[in-house]
């Protein structure tokens, strides 16, 4: 080739480059500006959660002197816990509270009084009496629980003039400057929060609940799912025949992935409710659905990480005479299973935040008890945020955010687990 | 020790019969299909024990194929159909109460690609003898991986190292390792398909080197694209040509004195 061919051909190159290399620029800067709207949507609902749930970490309480009276909790002087139990707990923080605003007359103001006070308080009280029946007969001092509006107040979630925070009388106001005064109103970590099962009052309403039926429902889900579901994907990927029935197969179960997870709760409603006769808000029924609509997600999951595997080793294995199964089990499996790992957990993770289809089987009642087995009625997080955002009361809305804090919280740790069980199961030759 | 060309063409083997009793594996009338299409069309040839057979041939004309009929690879192929009578010691391995997983302990199978399983070096050898259960003990099996990688001519570059990746190796010292594995449950018969084309030329004469002295105690299959390395190593080589076994003879018949014109192109080059 003369001199001025090859000259021609590399000015040709040269310019072609130009353009190649602005198509790869424009493309780089598409990618970072993808990545930048993404984070900066994320940074938007985490300040939104955060900013609105964060007080809720925190809770008002009010100091008492409460005075264990002898004649109300145990006149007989039996030292029966059960005749304690039965006591007027609550006639003791009125007691007290007449006692500190001794010029409250009216019965409307006196109603208004005792309401400074969470309901709850009266519970805790008979607690420290059953825990320590020696306290009866002396004066004790008590933080207690306020009730959600001084709490909303206290935390300026509400103002007093403002309309609609007509809820809080003038007189309640003065009540309340007196005790912070006095120092008898301060605000402590909210322990409740995270002990606690469900309440109609915000201040005695907490997450645990919740979080032990979720514990339940993803217990269950996760036994089924994942051996059903890699049993399934080494079945159809390594030993099904391909024929027309297990191309049905397939184009279904690729389907139930796409199915609304609201079909599988009508079917565990058809299914394991009315035809079975399993408990209605029951983890086991819940832990079922869920299994339901992950199994489809594990099992394609599995099955590709199965078929990334080089055929090469599968020949191998046979090649020194090692049966189909002792192939799959000894070197196909331990090498895709970094791959089902991942697969399940994405798939556990939706099941963690799926509301719809435990509403159908009846997870959505409200349950105050702690479940203590996967027979028991529970409801799970993504219900419990679900009901709190439905209550009127403004401190539920904090408490709302507060619950989706510590969901995203589980679904951290979740899949920061699965790095972890990742990297520990992956092969690193 | 690697024989040379003159070595090859002073000693004159004679044309293996049917039932000449050297014959381990006899091959009659196979035919092989991937669904529809024909890739071995009445391929009959016998395998002599203790001895070297090549495979040449122009690429896909079968060779892989044929090679693995021959230990029922082809089983694991779904559309992969095969006709025709193969026998390993005069039984028929493609009889209904022939076990593929037995038959592959008897025929043993070095890939093209060096593929270790990403084990160690030890647990790479000491696969095959633990699944069949051949050590009862383990300084059996320290024994049998030990004499596996000292006749595969490895031992000495690994004794260090036998708990390192077995994927870490060179890919010369993959290929020994593979097989290593496949002598390791001392099988009657190795299959190698290609086992040099990823090697360099010293790592090649290495292999070339083990194979000459693996003869004597197995009977070695081996699919060459090297003219060379089929007259160096093989005492028989068969010619294929676009699924058809054109002309199996004595290696160095075939490299002097071919019958067909088609053996003389191809090994000349002149092939195209
Ligand atoms: N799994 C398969 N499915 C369908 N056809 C196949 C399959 N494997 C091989 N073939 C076809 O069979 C024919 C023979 O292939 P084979 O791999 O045996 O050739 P080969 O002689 O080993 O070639 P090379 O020297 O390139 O390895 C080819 O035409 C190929 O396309
Ligand atoms: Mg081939």
Known sequence: ????????????????????????????????????????????????????????????????????????????????????SQADFAGLVKKSLRKKFPDVRKRRQKRDLYSLVSSGASF??????????????????????????IDMYVKGHIKAGEKGGGRIKDYKLAWIKELSAGGAIEKRFNRTLFTSGDSREPELAGIWGAAVGSFYTMFVTLVLSFPLGVATAIYLEEFAPKNIWTDILEVNINNLAAVPSIVFGLLGLAVFLNFFGLPRSAPIVGGLVLTFMTLPTIIIASRASLLAVPPSIREGALGVGASKMQAVMH?????????????????????????APLLMIGMVAFIVDIPAGIFDKATVLPVQIYLWADSPERAFMERTSAAIMILLAFLLIMNAAAVILRKRFERRW | M???????????????????????????????????????????VDIAEQEVTAFIGPSGCGKSTFLRCINRMNDTIKSCRVEGEITLDREDIYDRNVDPVLLRARIGMVFQKPNPFPKSIFENVAYGPRIHGLARNKSELDEIVITSLEKAGLFSEVKDQLDHPGTGLSGGQQQRLCIARAISVQPEVILMDEPCS?????????????????????????????????????????????GNLVEVDDTNTIFVNP????????????YG
């Open chain 2, 2 to 44: 690697v024989r040379s060309r003159d070595d090859i063409v002073r000693t004159i083997g004679k044309p293996l019969l049917a039932d000449d009793e050297r014959v381990k594996i006899s091959c009659r009338n196979v035919n092989v299909y991937y669904g529809e299409k024909r890739a071995i069309r009445e391929v009959s």
């Open chain 1, 331 to 355: 070197h196909v499996l331990p090498l895709a299973l970094p791959g089902m790992l991942t697969g399940t957990i994405i798939g556990m993770a939706r099941a963690l935040g799926e509301t």
């Open chain 1, 1 to 84: 080739m003369n001199k001025q061919d090859h000259e021609a051909r590399l000015n040709l190159i040269k310019s072609r480059l130009k353009i190649r290399y602005a198509k790869e620029k424009a493309f780089r800067a598409a990618g970072v500006t993808a990545i930048l709207t993404a984070l900066s949507m994320l940074a938007i609902l985490f300040i939104t959660i955060v900013g609105s749930g964060y007080s809720a970490f925190q809770q008002t309480f009010v100091r008492l002197d409460i005075h264990f009276d002898q004649e109300v909790i145990d006149p007989e002087r039996s030292g029966d816990p059960e005749v304690f």
């Open chain 1, 124 to 149: 805790q009280l008979r607690d420290m009496v059953m825990n320590n029946p020696g306290i009866i007969g002396s004066t004790k001092t008590v933080w207690m629980p306020a009730d959600d509006d």
């Open chain 2, 198 to 242: 990823a090697l360099d030329p010293i790592a090649t004469a290495k292999i070339e080197e083990l194979i000459d002295e693996l003869r004597r105690n197995f009977t070695i299959i081996i699919v060459t694209h090297s003219m060379q390395q089929a007259a160096r190593v093989s005492q028989r080589t068969a010619f294929f040509h676009l």
């Open chain 2, 259 to 270: 019958e067909h014109k088609l053996t003389q192109d191809y090994i000349t080059g002149r």
